[in-house]
């Protein structure tokens, strides 16, 4: 895939481009909060031959640092957008996993019309009825439960959490093997405290678009399986559970993932 750099007063943002030929059908992978732009690889890889992909290291995750720990989610979702305009990315259909599904959910609110399509991996819903004050108010605390946790089981609750496979947690503990232990517990508590405040400024919308829910029948992270089952239910999205998968579902049923994504993409066509 075709590197590019998109330039910030806050830092430089990374992102990889596959073309694979003018007209056809745009997917834009967004990895979730501390993963980097490897958690998609199986999906490029499958996908690059017969779509226009992009997926970027999210800004402050993977090459995208040094970055200032300065923007909140009207900033990424703005960033984003001229990073699609730039490469041409029309009409995308958005693939979040976790806080990507996040990011995901924000910009197709901000510019309506602008997504084809809406798949959430171990996401949930941004919608601020979904959520409880005391759940809001811990996200806003994050800090101080990350930080007096010893680095070596903060990285092993890291990968052990977010997959059930050997490859899916190899891949997770590599990817937090990136960071030094404080920027770590930083960048985790800046996404949290982020992701509340976009709770809050998002109200009840929905995604303007056909969307797709996938989650791992084994995610442990946070109420996600909760989520999706009273997303679903309220706002009529199609929801398929990924059989012995965590969080990270795009890597422990990778081949699953990707049959469902492109059956959802073709009919979108």
Known sequence: ??????QTPMGEIHYWVSEAGEGGPWLVFLPGLTADHHLFDRQTEAFAKDYNCLVWDAPA???????????????????????LQREGAVRPVLVGQSMGGYIAQAYIRRFPGSVRGFVSVDSAPLSRSYFS??????????????????????QKLGSMGTAQ????????????????PKEYCRLAAHGYRLLSLAVTAHGDSEPDCPSLLLCGEKDGAGSS???????????????????????NSNTDAPQEVNRLIREFVDSLS
């Open 61 to 83: 995750h993977g090459a995208s640092r040094p970055f200032l720990l300065d923007f909140y989610m009207d900033g990424l979702t703005g960033w984003l957008h001229h990073i």
């Open 1 to 6: 895939m075709r590197a590019g750099i998109y």
């Open 225 to 247: 399986r909760r989520y999706n089952r009273a997303w679903a239910r309220r706002a009529g999205h199609r929801l398929v559970w990924l059989k012995g998968a965590g969080h």
């Open 133 to 154: 004050g005391w759940e809001l108010a811990m996200l806003k605390h994050a800090y101080w439960l990350y930080r007096p946790i010893p680095w070596g089981l903060l």
């Open 165 to 180: 496979s050997p490859y899916g947690r190899r891949l997770m503990a590599e990817m937090m093997e990136a960071y030094a």
